[in-house]
């Protein structure tokens, strides 16, 4: 079990201003911030970060929406960060997520579902490597 998990503000929430409320949210749940960007993704980058769903059908959509706009990077730090925090966010599918998680009170589809957030310690690690480097962690 590690303490470290890795979640994104994707850019339905970031263009709608959310993203201070749902960091609000984050850091009341419990956990801190060890490293944090505020990025746009090229097509190229967000492709490459969902490399594993390359062959679903929803892929070409994902990519394009996770480039359309900024989205907030961040490494989140808690006790069973990466099984708590995805208790925090609600199911992938807002339709089904839980009253109160970061998705039911801000996403809108389960395309369009305002956060990420890592399903295992080692993608959480893969993860913030991919959008972190040392020096920019703590
Ligand atoms: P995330 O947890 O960031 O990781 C994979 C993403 O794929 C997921 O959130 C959803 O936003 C997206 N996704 C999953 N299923 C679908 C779907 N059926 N249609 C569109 N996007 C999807």
């Given at each position: 079990m590690s303490n470290r998990t890795f979640t994104m503000v994707k850019p339905d929430a970031t263009r709608k201003g959310y993203t201070g409320a749902i960091l609000d949210q984050i850091i009341k749940g419990g956990f801190s911030i060890k490293a944090l960007k505020w990025i746009q993704l090229t097509k190229e980058q967000a492709g490459q970060f969902y490399d594993v769903h390359?062959?679903?059908?929803?892929y070409p959509e994902l990519v394009e929406f996770m480039s359309s706009g900024p989205i907030v990077a961040a490494i989140l730090e808690k006790e069973n960060a990466v099984a708590d925090f995805r208790t925090l966010i609600g199911a992938t599918n807002p339709a089904n997520a839980a009253e109160g998680t970061i998705r039911k009170n801000f996403a809108a589809s389960i395309g369009e579902n305002a956060v990420h957030g890592s399903d295992s310690d080692e993608n959480a690690a893969i993860e913030g490597d991919f959008f972190f480097s040392k020096l920019e962690r703590f």
């Open positions: 390359r062959e679903r059908p929803f």
